[in-house]
């Protein structure tokens, strides 16, 4: 069976970047699902904000095949933007 860890109700409040799951030394893991519910988009980040990708409101994003190692999953508003509310997912 696959280790499989989530996080939820995660939300930012300013323009710094929030760590949704934080790195895991020792775990790797290939695939990860992140929601977010909220009215607002955002960013977010799977290799401890080295790269960013689009997340709009009211959408999900699943990727397989990745290696997420030690390193933090996060997301981030819009520079100067709103707040996101309602983000959570799973990584396995």
């Known amino acids: 069976m696959a280790l499989t860890m989530a996080f939820s ?3 930012t409040t300013d323009d710094t970047a929030v760590a ?3 790195a895991q030394s ?3 893991f ?3 699902a992140i929601f977010n519910d ?3 988009s955002g960013w977010f980040s ?3 904000g080295v790269v960013w990708r689009r997340l709009p409101a009211r959408t999900s994003r699943s990727m397989d095949g990745v290696v997420i190692g030690n390193v933090a999953v996060q997301i ?3 520079a100067s ?3 996101m509310t309602k983000i959570h997912g799973d990584v396995w």
């Open 9 to 11: 109700n995660k939300a």
């Open 20 to 22: 949704c799951l934080a």
């Open 26 to 28: 020792g775990q790797r």
């Open 30 to 32: 290939s695939n990860i």
């Open 38 to 40: 909220g009215s607002v």
């Open 46 to 48: 799977i290799d401890g």
């Open 76 to 78: 981030k508003r819009t």
């Open 81 to 83: 933007g709103s707040n």
